[in-house]
């Protein structure tokens, strides 16, 4: 009986170690993938420059006003360099 | 999936690549790419993100006390303290045209010759955080990037934003745009470095891959049955 036991208890071991390789092996295949993607992806080179399109809208009065707020005092000296 | 599907799967992932221009033409959807992975896998994005993350305290700081700015920085508190009441669509044309006025600086491709084989290879160049761009100016992605983080400043969710990778056909060049997400449905808006807010309509972009501080997708291959990864469901997160 105890023969009987541990021979099918081996044989279940092997089933199951034979699906989990077979599963590990799927798993590889598609990480194996998506890293060659992702290699492909990190290798483009990205780098276009657009000028300024004659179709862009127009802001508005508040917007713009923001802006030149915001350039105005990127470009005035910072009170701690000035001093 | 068995042995002989593997085997065929690069090939697969080569025809539908070749057939990808044909979707070209569609506006940008948030739905629409398929979930590659976490943002980490790419590590020169990954390194970004952690840059960004390392360089949050000086912006913070600087917002907070517009003395403790550096030079660089001293427009950025009144440019978010004006922009926070303004509706999203006047924030997202504010922001698009503010980063768009900086330099342009192109100069960051490497090319390395291999003693060996004396072949070249052109490394693209590396992406920028706001504050790198602010100070030095920077190519196309990197004005996506800025816009990316000055729009994560005044609260807009990761979840809404995408950096998007396209291939032009018109200037037959890649290109990097930003994509704001406008409703439950996907539809999105896309602010490019040329002035232009795109509202849905076509414009010449063939969508390659995007990518925000979570996740990256790709829009060239069909995902259910190449890359069969499931997206992490989108948790709430903290907008601030």
Same mark, same amino acid.
């Given at each position: 009986?105890?023969?009987?036991?541990?021979?099918?208890?081996?044989?279940?071991?092997?089933?199951?170690?034979?699906?989990?390789?077979?599963?590990?092996?799927?798993?590889?295949?598609?990480?194996?993938?998506?890293?060659?993607?992702?290699?492909?992806?990190?290798?483009?080179?990205?780098?276009?420059?657009?000028?300024?399109?004659?179709?862009?809208?127009?802001?508005?009065?508040?917007?713009?006003?923001?802006?030149?707020?915001?350039?105005?005092?990127?470009?005035?000296?910072?009170?701690?360099?000035?001093? | 999936?068995?042995?002989?599907?593997?085997?065929?799967?690069?090939?697969?992932?080569?025809?539908?690549?070749?057939?990808?221009?044909?979707?070209?033409?569609?506006?940008?959807?948030?739905?629409?790419?398929? #979930? *590659?992975?976490?943002?980490?896998? &790419?590590?020169?994005? +990954?390194?970004? =993100?952690? @840059?960004? $993350?390392?360089?949050?305290? !000086?912006?913070?700081?600087?917002?907070?006390?517009?003395?403790?700015?550096?030079? #660089? *920085?001293?427009?950025?508190?009144? &440019?978010?303290?004006? +922009?926070?009441? =303004?509706? @999203?669509? $006047?924030?997202?044309?504010? !922001?698009?045209?503010?980063?768009?006025?900086?330099?342009?600086?192109?100069?960051?491709? *490497?090319?390395?010759?291999?003693? &060996?084989?004396?072949?070249?290879?052109? =490394?693209?160049?590396?992406?920028?955080?706001?504050?790198?761009?602010?100070?030095?100016?920077?190519?196309?992605?990197?004005?996506?990037?800025?816009?990316?983080?000055?729009?994560?400043?005044?609260?807009?969710?990761?979840?809404?934003?995408?950096?998007?990778?396209?291939?032009?056909?018109?200037?037959?060049?890649?290109?990097?745009?930003?994509?704001?997400?406008?409703?439950?449905?996907?539809?999105?808006?896309?602010?490019?470095?040329?002035?232009?807010?795109?509202?849905?309509?076509?414009?010449?972009?063939?969508?390659?891959?995007?990518?925000?501080?979570?996740?990256?997708?790709?829009?060239?291959?069909?995902?259910?049955?190449?890359?069969?990864?499931?997206?992490?469901?989108?948790?709430?997160?903290?907008?601030?």
């Amino acid at each position: 009986m105890n023969k009987l036991c541990m021979t099918c208890a081996t044989a279940l071991l092997l089933a199951a170690g034979g699906a989990f390789a077979d599963d590990a092996s799927t798993v590889r295949t598609h990480v194996l993938e998506v890293k060659q993607r992702l290699a492909h992806l990190e290798r483009i080179d990205v780098t276009a420059e657009k000028p300024v399109s004659s179709d862009a809208e127009q802001l508005d009065e508040e917007l713009l006003a923001i802006l030149d707020d915001v350039a105005l005092i990127e470009n005035q000296p910072a009170a701690a360099e000035s001093r | 999936m068995g042995r002989g599907h593997a085997v065929r799967a690069p090939a697969l992932i080569l025809v539908l690549s070749l057939l990808a221009p044909s979707t070209g033409e569609a506006a940008y959807r948030f739905g629409d790419g398929v #979930y *590659l992975g976490s943002a980490s896998l &790419l590590p020169d994005w +990954a390194e970004t =993100l952690q @840059r960004a $993350r390392d360089q949050h305290p !000086i912006l913070d700081a600087c917002v907070a006390d517009a003395e403790r700015c550096e030079g #660089y *920085l001293r427009g950025i508190p009144v &440019l978010l303290q004006r +922009a926070r009441p =303004l509706s @999203r669509e $006047r924030q997202l044309q504010l !922001i698009n045209r503010y980063i768009n006025k900086r330099r342009y600086r192109g100069d960051r491709t *490497l090319e390395i010759t291999s003693a &060996l084989s004396e072949e070249t290879v052109r =490394l693209p160049s590396r992406w920028s955080t706001l504050l790198e761009f602010l100070r030095r100016g920077g190519d196309c992605e990197d004005y996506a990037t800025s816009k990316y983080q000055l729009l994560r400043a005044l609260g807009i969710p990761a979840h809404d934003l995408r950096v998007v990778v396209v291939f032009d056909r018109a200037s037959r060049d890649h290109h990097a745009v930003l994509a704001v997400r406008q409703d439950d449905d996907g539809a999105a808006w896309l602010l490019d470095s040329d002035d232009r807010i795109y509202r849905g309509q076509p414009f010449g972009y063939r969508f390659i891959y995007a990518l925000n501080e979570t996740s990256i997708w790709d829009h060239e291959v069909d995902g259910d049955t190449v890359f069969p990864v499931t997206q992490p469901q989108e948790q709430p997160e903290d907008s601030s």
